[in-house]
């Protein structure tokens, strides 16, 4: 995988088109997560609602803001469909998490894989349809990314239902 490269100047104008159509429940969860971003503090937050009421438009835009600023934000999703569709990677291949889970794996990136520097760099990580999502897996990648990024505290995530950010 490379990374992606964005024109921060387009990016930003998007962002700001898309912050000026924002209802308040999307203004405020994007400066809370922005927020949290910026000063470092850890947060985990999910992004539940009914269907079209503007999370993935939300989450995009939360993504751009991360872009804009020079950064890394890693967009996962469970299903190919939802991964084709809002510009995502599947969760399983991205962080490799084993198909036979159990309480005690552990996802399958190491320091020598692709994914690596990428994760070293990520600032936020987006990941749609958490909740359809096993357990075990959740689990199995935070015990991993704890591993690999050294850190002794739970990661920072953002869920569209979920979003990861990193310090």
Not at 64 to 74: D, S, T, Y
Request: net charge negative.
């Amino acid at each position: 995988m490379q990374a992606e490269q964005y024109n921060v100047d387009e990016m930003a104008t998007l962002v700001d088109e898309q912050r000026a159509i924002f209802n308040p429940d999307q203004a405020a969860a994007f400066d809370a997560v922005l927020e949290s971003i910026t000063n470092n503090q850890g947060h985990l937050f999910f992004i539940h609602a009914a269907v079209s009421c503007g999370k993935t438009f939300l989450c995009n835009t939360i993504a751009g803001e991360v872009r804009r600023r020079g950064q890394i934000a890693l967009c996962v999703a469970l299903f190919g469909i939802a991964a084709l569709l809002l510009d995502r990677r599947r969760s399983h291949s991205c962080f490799k998490i084993p198909l036979s889970i159990h309480e005690d794996s552990v996802a399958g990136l190491r320091c020598n894989s692709y994914m690596f520097p990428v994760l070293q760099q990520t600032k936020v990580i987006i990941w749609d349809k958490v909740p359809m999502q096993h357990k075990y897996d959740i689990d199995a990648v935070d015990q991993c990314l704890r591993d690999l990024l050294e850190v002794s505290d739970h990661l920072h995530l953002i869920a569209l239902e979920l979003i990861y950010y990193l310090e």
